[in-house]
């Protein structure tokens, strides 16, 4: 399993490698290291938007297209991002953290 003090960015191939057939144990690294993904582009998005625009500093998943009506189910979040990885082997090298958010847009999809 991947560790924190040896990794810069964890690869999509590492990640699929770490959580396919995973171990609960494993399960529980995936599923905690999509929730943290999700709550650093979320946090990091509406910082940087509310710092531009002046706004006061309110959470907003919207700004990234994700529309899941509260903290979305991070397996389900892992299962999309896996059926992805699988889908799009050239990107295996990407950073996971990278096509998370395409993934979970599409996941959560706000509606139009």
Do not use: R
């Amino acid at each position: 399993m991947p560790t924190i003090a040896n990794a810069k960015f964890l690869s999509a191939e590492s990640y699929f490698n770490a959580c396919d057939n995973a171990s609960d144990e494993q399960m529980g690294f995936c599923t905690n290291y999509i929730a943290g993904v999700y709550e650093g582009l979320v946090v990091g998005t509406t910082f940087t938007t509310n710092k531009e625009t002046g706004s006061d500093f309110d959470l907003s998943p919207e700004l990234l297209g994700i529309c899941a009506n509260g903290q979305p189910n991070t397996m389900t979040l892992h299962t999309a991002l896996m059926k992805y990885i699988i889908d799009n082997p050239e990107q295996s090298s990407w950073p996971v953290s990278l096509l998370a958010k395409d993934v979970f847009s599409s996941t959560y999809p706000c509606k139009k």
